[in-house]
C-alpha cells in the first residue's frame, strides 16, 4: 500500500514508492490520484527533457563532464543527407536508361570523391571492414566458414 500527497498549490504530488525519483517516470499511484483530481494531461514538471525528442538536441557528457557527442546541429544535418541522398537517387533514375549519361554521373561522383578524400581529414564512412574493426577492436576474418546446421531429431523418428 503506497500513500501519494497532491500538493494543489503546484499540482505536484510525492508517491511513497519513490518511482518518480528513482527513474524520473511518474507511477501508477500518482497518475491514478491526477486522474481522479480531474487533470487532463500531465504537469509539465513530470515530463523530463530526457523522455522527450529534444534530448536528441543537447550534447552528451560521460560522468567526467567531458563532451562526448555534441547532437545539437544533428536534426539538420539529417535532413540535409535525407535529401542529397533523394537527389542522388534522382539523377540515377533519370540517367538509368543512357549509358553516357550514366558515366557521366560516375565521372562526377568519382571526381567529388577524390576531391573530398584530398582534404585529408575526411575518410570514406562505407568501408565496413574498418568499422567492424574499430568496434569490434579486433581484425575481420579474411574467410569466413559457414557449417550446415546440425540435424534435428524430431518427435518420433
Not at 501519494?4 to 525519483?21: F, G, I, P, Q, W
Not at 487532463?40 to 543537447?58: D, F, G, H, V
Request: charged share 25%; hydrophobic share 35%.
Amino acid at each position: 500500500m503506497h500513500t501519494v500527497r497532491h500538493h494543489l498549490e503546484n499540482n505536484s504530488a510525492e508517491c511513497t514508492c519513490k518511482m518518480y525519483e528513482r527513474e524520473g517516470i511518474p507511477c501508477r499511484h500518482i497518475l491514478w490520484v491526477m486522474k481522479e483530481k480531474g487533470l487532463k494531461s500531465l504537469p509539465a514538471a513530470y515530463i523530463k527533457t530526457r523522455w522527450t525528442k529534444a534530448a536528441m538536441n543537447m550534447p552528451m557528457f560521460d560522468l567526467g563532464g567531458n563532451l562526448i557527442e555534441d547532437t545539437t546541429n544533428m536534426e539538420a544535418v539529417k535532413k540535409k543527407v535525407g535529401h542529397l541522398w533523394s537527389e542522388i537517387f534522382t539523377c540515377v533514375s533519370m540517367a538509368e536508361n543512357n549509358e553516357d549519361c550514366l558515366d557521366d554521373f560516375m565521372k562526377l561522383i568519382d571526381g567529388f570523391k577524390q576531391s573530398l578524400l584530398s582534404r585529408g581529414n575526411l575518410q570514406a564512412s562505407g568501408d565496413k571492414g574498418k568499422q567492424m574493426e574499430t568496434l569490434l577492436d579486433c581484425p575481420v576474418p579474411e574467410e569466413v566458414t559457414i557449417l550446415d546446421p546440425n540435424k534435428s531429431k524430431n518427435k518420433g523418428t
